[in-house]
Every structure is written in structure tokens, then in C-alpha cells.
């Protein structure tokens, strides 16, 4: 699990999406509706790399929500290449994988998506701490709307 994944291969139908922006210290987690149309914010998880306990929050979200599929934001270079973010979003991916199987967990290209999401927030004058309150969220949504909409677009390529 290192490189970007495609929308629809290997789809499980169907049903609710998680998008997942991981950050050093904030997990944005978005939810889409049952039609995977729609992705919209759902809550801000604060890392916890040494006990995991957003991974458990995470894990109990995808049962509460009957998620059939995680979208896991991989954050590369603008260069295309992996640097320190994408290891770090890749073992994260990688480590919900072993907790929530069956359901699936997906990378995809997330260049700069909370760089932009950040400028935009700014310019509808949310700043300081309440934009890092909802920055992660906002993020989590723009990862998982992109891949619905790449679905959208390789399901409609299918009929």
C-alpha cells in the first residue's frame, strides 16, 4: 500500500465512503451518503501515535456508519514522489487496513488539498484557531468528493 489507488477498481458497490485527511496532529474524517454522491465533514480526531486511540475512534466510526470503503488521503510531492507525509499517510492507511478488515482502505493523490482548502478558509475569513478546527474536515471532504466523483465518472464510462 505506497501508491495512489484508482476509483471503482476493485469497488465494493454501494454505501457509505470515509475520507480521511492523516496530519501530524489532526485526523480529518469525512462521511459520504449511502449513494457515495456526497461527502460532507464529520469530525477532527487528534493523533495518537504511541496508543492509537484515533485508530480505535476511527475503527469504531467505520461500524457505526456501516462504511463500505476508506479513501485515505496520500499526500505526494508536487513532483509526484513520496516525501515524509505520504510515509507517514501510507503507514497509517496501512495500519486502519489491519484493523477494519474487510472493508477496504484506498490511497489517493492528495497534492496540496489542505494547502487550497487552507487559502479558501481564508478567504471566507476563517483564520487562526477556528481554521485549524476545520481544516483537517474540509480537507477529509475535498479527498473524499474527488474520489466519489472519479467513481462517478468510471461507473458512468461502465454503463
Do not use: C, N
Not at 475512534?57 to 488521503?73: K, S
Not at 509526484?80 to 489517493?108: C, F, I, M
Amino acid at each position: 500500500m505506497s501508491s495512489a489507488d484508482s476509483p471503482f477498481v476493485d469497488d465494493p458497490g454501494p454505501g457509505k465512503r470515509l475520507g480521511v485527511d492523516v496530519g501530524s496532529v489532526r485526523v480529518g474524517i469525512s462521511l459520504s451518503d449511502p449513494t457515495a454522491f456526497l461527502a460532507t465533514p464529520l469530525v477532527t480526531l487528534q493523533r495518537d501515535e504511541k496508543g492509537g486511540s484515533d485508530l480505535s475512534e476511527l475503527t469504531a466510526l467505520v461500524a457505526e456508519h456501516d462504511v463500505v470503503e476508506i479513501v485515505v488521503g496520500l499526500p505526494k510531492t508536487l513532483a509526484g514522489r513520496h516525501g515524509p507525509a505520504a510515509e507517514v499517510a501510507t503507514a497509517y492507511a496501512a495500519a486502519l487496513a489491519d484493523r477494519v478488515a474487510p472493508v477496504p482502505v484506498r490511497l489517493s493523490d492528495e497534492r496540496l488539498t489542505t494547502v487550497v482548502v487552507s487559502r479558501v478558509l481564508a478567504q471566507r475569513g476563517v483564520k487562526g484557531k477556528k481554521q485549524r478546527a476545520v481544516v483537517d474536515q474540509a480537507a477529509a471532504v475535498e479527498i473524499l468528493q474527488s474520489w466519489l466523483d472519479a467513481r462517478a465518472r468510471a461507473v458512468a464510462r461502465k454503463e
